[in-house]
């Protein structure tokens, strides 16, 4: 879903941190724990918080009227062309 704005256990802001790890572990292919020394982010609360995160906003968006709406109209257009 979406980040949390703060740290569970100790307050610190983490959600600004959030897009530049991604940034920095899936574009520029540094590990995680590198990633989060360079962000600054040394408590291990605040790294949990980080590394635990899972994004499901694009999953849950296949389930929108518009996303069902956008499928069923691939699934269609599938069929059309492998039944003609």
């Known amino acids: 879903?979406?980040?949390p704005i703060r740290c569970f256990s100790c307050g610190k802001?983490?959600?600004d941190l959030w897009e530049r790890y991604i940034r920095m572990v899936e574009e520029q292919g540094v590990m995680e724990g590198d990633a989060l020394d360079q962000l600054g982010c040394k408590?291990?609360?605040c790294r949990?918080?980080?590394l635990t995160h899972v994004d499901l906003i694009?999953?849950?968006l296949k389930y929108t009227?518009?996303?069902r709406n956008t499928k069923k109209i691939d699934m269609q257009n599938k069929q059309r062309a492998g039944g003609v």
């Open 48 to 50: 949990r918080m980080i």
């Open 43 to 45: 408590r291990y609360c």
């Open 58 to 60: 694009e999953k849950l």
């Open 1 to 3: 879903m979406i980040i």
């Open 65 to 67: 009227p518009d996303g």
């Open 13 to 15: 802001v983490t959600a």
